[in-house]
């Protein structure tokens, strides 16, 4: 699998000089991000694209070669993957559409990639599917990138790594995250998933680098696979998958390939294996920043901070249907709170005047997270000055030091939340359903982690017990065995 995403040298098979081709603009994103590796094009007249030497065919190339990209017709896919065989290529991403997704003779098609593949044991990707970006190796296969596109993803690499069905939502997950805290570390394109399916990747992300899983799913194919795979994972997996509506359902048929599968069973299986179901595609760019940013929510009961009363009222609707729980404060909570400065209400939701200081707001603060009547945070300030964004930060650093997490909401256009984001790196949500979402996800999170763990300790025991047992019943026959005194 590891060549997927690291490989030393690659052939792009389609790219050629042609107008308007899909391949070549794989060569040119590779050469413009600096992709260290060897690069070939391969297309009929052996033709170069700029600096990457062409070849009619990969057999031309004398170096071994680690992955190929194919981008061709489909009709003619199956006679690449046998020349790719013959080349001794074990690694291919197939982005050319017109297989299964495309009705029954497509459906032909894809079977017979699987039996060429499979003669030659080549595990592939796709077809139709854009394939493997990688931030950390540089490494990018998706085609119509434009050099400049997508720069900062590669130079502000991260930890989350997705899973993605469709090239269109790998693009939004990939445009979203460049304003957020949170930043890519690889995102894989997975088509129609012939060969190579998510509990094949989950299974690979479990020991890379990654520190959040994101999936976008229009069907699964082998549920029990993914589950019992997603069961051996300690890192969130968090996922949004089509299909709660047959028409929803038929729709990812005409894309993908997908067939439905029943939505209730799969959202029963995704909390029995700790998987998080996401209810937007939003949330699969905005959620993990909980996870990379804060620690877990241990505990149901939070404290809402606001310079803005009418969000404390807003929050706490929120709060309670979400299942957590608004943090009931002592009278010397209270009264340490008062003598912060001037506050218009010092019970949760605790609301603060216009005309406190920096040191106020994270007197305000550590009071709240030293508490051991409160599990976590929903701060809601309207930045409406520099010293409330000072104050943020601080907010994280302080969530660090007394292990609670925040969910930071702040109640300005969506222009300002973006900046305050980006010049500060502050793990902001755009809406107070989103921060309290954020909070819930994260305390069920940690609830699975926790089952997880009992479990895991019982297993042990029970282990030791049996082996007990053996050992006893073992030293007893022994004893029976031994001559009878005279």
């Not at 894989?188 to 012939?194: D, H, T």
């Not at 959040?212 to 795979?229: A, H, P, T, Y």
């Not at 599990?375 to 930060?393: K, M, R, T």
Request: charged residues 25%; hydrophobic residues 40%.
């Amino acid at each position: 699998m590891e060549k997927f995403f690291n490989p030393r040298s690659v052939a792009v098979i389609g790219a050629s000089n042609s107008p308007f081709n899909l391949g070549a603009t794989i060569c040119n994103i590779l050469k413009h991000i600096d992709f260290k590796g060897s690069v070939y094009a391969i297309n009929r007249k052996g033709e170069s694209i700029g600096d990457t030497p062409g070849f009619s065919s990969v057999l031309e190339v004398a170096e071994k070669i680690d992955l190929a990209v194919v981008i061709i017709a489909a009709k003619h896919v199956q006679d690449t993957i046998r020349e790719c065989g013959e080349k001794g290529i074990k690694n291919i991403i197939i982005q050319s559409a017109g297989f299964a997704e495309g009705g029954p003779d497509g459906e032909a098609l894809q079977k017979e990639l699987d039996e060429a593949s499979r003669h030659y044991g080549i595990r592939y990707m796709g077809p139709n599917c854009l394939g493997v970006l990688n931030t950390h190796s540089k490494f990018c296969c998706f085609f119509g990138i434009v050099p400049g596109m997508y720069d900062d993803v590669f130079e502000k690499t991260g930890s989350v790594s997705y899973i993605i069905q469709s090239g269109g939502v790998g693009a939004l997950v990939i445009d979203s995250l460049q304003a957020e805290v949170s930043k890519i570390n690889k995102v894989v394109s997975i088509g129609n998933k012939a060969d190579i399916d998510e509990a094949d990747l989950v299974d690979y992300f479990k020991d890379d680098n990654s520190s959040v899983i994101g999936m976008f799913l229009e069907n699964v194919q082998c549920g029990r696979k993914l589950f019992e795979k997603a069961k051996e994972v300690d890192k969130p997996i968090l996922v949004y998958k089509v299909g709660r509506t047959s028409e929803g359902a038929k729709a990812a048929m005409s894309h993908t390939a997908g067939m439905a599968n029943n939505d209730a069973i799969f959202d029963s299986a995704c909390r029995q294996a700790g998987m998080i179901r996401l209810n937007s595609i939003s949330e699969l760019y905005s959620l993990p920043k909980m996870f990379t940013s804060m620690p877990p929510l241990r505990g149901k009961r939070i404290a809402v901070f606001t310079n803005s009363g009418a969000f404390g009222g807003i929050a706490a609707d929120f709060i309670i249907s979400s299942g957590l729980e608004m943090a009931s404060l002592s009278d010397e909570t209270v009264n340490k709170l008062h003598k912060t400065g001037q506050l218009f209400n010092a019970s949760n939701p605790i609301d603060v005047g216009p005309g406190l200081s920096k040191q106020a707001f994270i007197d305000i603060f550590d009071i709240l997270l030293s508490s051991g009547e409160i599990d976590g945070l929903l701060p809601i300030p309207n930045v409406w000055q520099d010293v409330v964004i000072d104050s943020i930060v601080e907010i994280v650093k302080l969530c660090r030091a007394y292990k609670k997490p925040a969910a930071i909401y702040i109640p300005n256009a969506p222009e300002r939340i973006i900046s305050i984001k980006n010049d500060r790196q502050i793990p902001v949500f755009e809406s107070p359903e989103e921060a309290v979402r954020a909070l819930e996800v994260s305390h069920r999170y940690h609830n699975h982690l926790l089952k997880k763990e009992l479990l895991a300790w019982q297993k042990y025991y029970r282990e030791r017990a049996k082996e007990e047992r053996t050992l006893y019943r073992n030293m007893n026959q022994s004893m029976s065995l031994r001559p009878q005194a005279l």
